[in-house]
């Protein structure tokens, strides 16, 4: 059985983003499994986080640019006057994970975000990204206008929150450990190491 961790992620926290490195770099060498697991740091109705400069501008140069140049990740603070909504862009990831296409979705989001500085609240860059990952645009299209996956999400969302009392992003759990913040590979490695009979349970939601 192959070892097994779980992600828990929101597309606008840049730590999320910088963790991803290291954590594929180490399921791919040691063969793990990786479940993403949607998070939202502004859910509705909570306010929405007004101003990405001032939302980043400390963190962002006392630690996160800092350690994207250390990790050789391309990052930009998003010129925007707010920090995008998420929910769709999650509700998209539940259609991305039908077709087996979670990862590489979520790869392409964050990039699109962090990269490219794109309004991921917008269905139609989150369809674009769809596109590209050879999902068929339209059919994703409806399915975020018709908020097809709206409780999916939800439902996602609760066991992030209640079951796995998840109450901060990135947090990685592997096994019996619990890792919050920004993981080093250094980190995952031992984490793995240490609990390599993590095996893929009840954890479909």
Known sequence: MKAHAEFYFDFVCPLCF???KPLREVSQEQKAEIEWKPFELCPEPTQQMEQVEDFLERPWNRSIAPLAQQLHVEMKMPDM?????????HEGFHFAKKHGQESAYVDAV?????????????????????????LDKEIFTRILKDRTFEQVHKDSLAYAYEDAHVTEVPTLKI??????????????????????SAKLEDREK
């Open 18 to 20: 910088l963790a991803t």
């Open 81 to 89: 006057s707010a920090v995008p909504r998420t929910h769709l862009a």
């Open 110 to 134: 964050f990039k699109a975000y962090w990269e490219d500085e794109k309004d991921i609240s917008q269905i139609e860059v989150l369809a674009e990204i769809a596109d590209s990952l050879h």
């Open 175 to 196: 096994g019996s450990r619990v890792l919050q913040g920004f993981a080093s590979k250094e980190t995952v490695e031992k984490a793995l190491l240490h609990e390599p």
